[in-house]
């Protein structure tokens, strides 16, 4: 199992430079609960950070930060922590661990980003893993009798 396959492709990208109540709206309107913040590198699209609803709320509500015109370039969390799409399961739990972060954009062997893994992601695989696991344990082989 990769990355790649427990992952979402669908990714909201946004720009440093948008403020944060515009990201909090725009985060509604997708349904997201982060967007991917970055930077324009010709045509291409380069991660430089992300922002969690949870950094919307502890870093710029609590905080009192102007939502007009704080943006999200000031709060998102870089450098980035990110994962190659043909990543193992292991690997992601890895990073996760190591980075101390819930979300992990995904990109390839180019640094495009391609997708988005979550915590939560990776316990649903592992738990898809596990019930795999147990169905193949509670299959008892049927026994050979044409010896007697």
Known sequence: MRA????TARVIQAPATLTLRDAACLMRRQQVGCLVVVRE??????????VTDRDLVTEAIAARRDLDTTTLGDVMSAPLATCRADATLAEVVGILRG?????????????TLVGVVSAD?????????????????MVEPLLDRSYT
Request: proline content about 7%; overall charge negative; cysteine-free.
């Open 4 to 7: 790649s396959d427990i992952g």
């Open 41 to 50: 590198d010709g045509t291409v699209p380069v991660p430089v950070g992300i």
């Open 121 to 137: 992601d990776v316990l649903v695989a592992i738990t898809e893993l596990l019930g795999r696991l147990s169905e193949a344990m």
């Open 99 to 111: 980075s101390g972060v819930r979300r992990l954009p995904l990109v390839d062997g180019e640094d």
